[in-house]
């Protein structure tokens, strides 16, 4: 069995290449898909991929983030490649899988589990550490250090969506849900995730203009990520003193929740067992399929020229 990587990836230089990096460890092929960098992040996955064959830079186009119709769509690039019984995995760029999934999918899953959903690790920006950064003790230059050296302070999340699931040559992912129709018998355990979105300063004020601009076109359907319509970056910093922040010394164990949440209850999970065992083919053949001219979203001119100047600004 193989493990394809899903990676959608926009204005993540200072990142990208520790992701490539840290899945390239793990992984046996990564679609990336730049949704219009205005960095060198497309640059840096084009040096990668010519440097190992497994990372495959699908495209560059400037387009909306989208759960269903950009990951769907990645996803239709890749399953081609794909056989029965290998695993794919939904990634972003500030993710580094604390467990790698060939050895979770070994020692965690049981052998009818087949899709994970994820624990996220969320590692915060702190007040401590915006202000080494005003102070210049820590400056762009860092961004060559590990990221798991830079940000030590997490809060565990309770919320979770699936991330890691085993291929079958019937699934269906149309362009209207984040996932495959019937993907799977949830596992009972969470594949852990350190994940990174704020990382220094310089990069939070960046993402937030871009998020904050690219949200107030009418209409969108990103316009349910209601956490990004926040153009003032302070305000994502988190206070030393925060309740539930914990402090991780790099190459130590993260604490193990087994929380049990994302799972049915206990006699729906029982019919599910049953239904994923022998029925789903058939249940296949009844879901829509993917369009093939489906696409993500275009970005219009006129945001791609206020996000250029927002940008410049």
Known sequence: MRFIC???VRDEADIIGQCLGHLLTWADAIYVFDTGSVDQTWEIVQDWAARDDRVVPLKKDPVYFSETRLRGWLFHQARSK???????????????????PPEFVKTRLRRHETIAWYQYYDFRLTESEVKAWDAGRETLADRA??????????TPWVYSEPRLCKY?????????VSF???SGFVARERLPIRHYPHR??????????????????????ERSFLHWNQSEWRKFI?????PGLRYWVPGTDLPELHLTDHLAKPHRRAAQRIAHAFCLPILDHLRPAWPEESYPLKISEEVRQRLAKELKE
């Open 200 to 221: 220094d300063p310089a990069q939070l004020a960046r993402r937030c203009r871009v998020r904050f601009v690219m949200l107030q076109e009418p209409m969108r359907e």
């Open 82 to 100: 794909m056989r029965n019984g290998d695993w794919f995995l939904r990634v972003d760029a500030d993710e580094f899988h604390h467990i790698p």
């Open 6 to 8: 899903l990676l959608p």
């Open 180 to 182: 495959p129709f019937n």
């Open 168 to 176: 079958r040559e019937t699934m269906q992912w149309p362009p209207t």
């Open 145 to 154: 250090r590990p990221i798991e050296q830079r940000r030590r302070f997490f």
């Open 238 to 242: 988190t206070p030393d003193n925060a």
